[in-house]
């Protein structure tokens, strides 16, 4: 290869994917690292590939309102976000769904709760015996028009994974907004007096983010901190807490390049990469989709614009499940978030 001129400004530009095929090039100016080797140089070091799997799941962000807007938020979510999936759009997903037999759901936002056709569509996908999981920021069921949310959640047995990532005031709402940790705190008690977390049926599963440019601790001691300061301060009980690293791009890599930190926190990803996290990366398994229905590989690439394997844009109901199969995973330097250290999903770690 070449040597390349990599542009100084924080931002990937097409004339980058250009000279570097194999990784995915971005039309439009987007905050994300440019410093170090792409994700495929790594990835062909090691001989490792990266393709779809056959997909049993589809995470779904019904949009991008939030009554939020925190400071690591890759969705750029925020109160005055007009961005909400229709449910002529929720219609077709879940014909197409049926007919794939689809397992699971994972529905994301923004706010998920916030969509108006919200519920109708859980109620839809649970008549497909399909399992789904929602990712509840906690401080929505404190929104006007959600105060029965948690009992609605609990009648339908929906797995819950909220963000939480502290267990102690300052650093959650330095990075959530101020107030929020009180709400979480009250709405996790809430969920507990319903049965989450004590339940098996009713899975209430935590999220720890860090807050700054470095990589989560071990999951497992995490968790065991959390269980303590959160059972001896505010009888609270959890099924498990999902450690994830935060990905470098939009919000929260324009507050990397803000503090002249972006270049260093993509070399602490890119110098912690571990090959034994390809195989479990969360792209392999599912689909993604954004408000609109169209499909990608991941929800980071779908907040870069980057469609599925890197081709030309596609809806759901236009994709053909068994061209999936196989199929090579759009990637950018981004993608070494989810592969460094432990390793980082919308599950939690990938390797111990």
Known sequence: MNDISIPSEQSIRFEDGQFVVNDVALENTINIP????????????????????????LQMNLGKLCNLACHHCHVDAGP?????????????????AKAAK??????????????????????????????????????????????????????????????????????????????????????????????YGKDEKLSLDLVYNPIGAHLPPAQAGLEDDYRRMLGDNFGIVFSSLLAITNIPINRFAHALK???????????????FNPDTVDQLMCKSLI????????????????????????EELHL????????????????RHCFGCTAGAGSSCGGVLAE
């Open 258 to 272: 803000r503090d002249g930190e972006l270049d260093d926190y993509q070399h602490l990803l890119v110098s912690n």
């Open 317 to 332: 109901w236009d994709l053909n499940i068994d061209d999936v199969a196989g199929a090579a995973i759009a990637t950018n």
């Open 34 to 57: 440019t410093s170090g080797p792409h994700f495929h140089e790594i990835l062909n070091s090691h001989e490792l590939t990266l393709v779809h799997d056959k997909p049993n799941e």
């Open 288 to 311: 993604n989709l954004d408000w609109e229905g169209r499909v990608f590989d991941c929800d980071f690439n779908q907040m870069l614009e980057i469609p599925m394997s890197g081709g």
């Open 102 to 195: 689809i397992e699971r759901a994972d529905l994301t936002g923004g706010a998920p709760e916030l969509n108006p056709h919200f519920r109708q569509f859980c109620d839809a996908l649970i008549e497909l015996g399909i399992q789904i999981t929602s990712r509840c920021n906690i401080t929505v069921l404190y929104e006007p028009g959600q105060e029965n949310l948690a009992q609605w959640y609990r009648d339908r047995e929906i797995r819950l994974v909220c963000s939480l990532p502290c267990y102690t005031e300052d650093n959650v709402d330095a990075q959530r907004g101020k107030g929020v940790f009180d709400k979480s705190i009250a709405g996790l008690q809430l969920l507990n007096k319903l049965g």
């Open 80 to 96: 005055k976000r007009t961005e909400i999936m229709q449910w002529e759009v929720m219609e077709k997903i879940l014909v197409w």
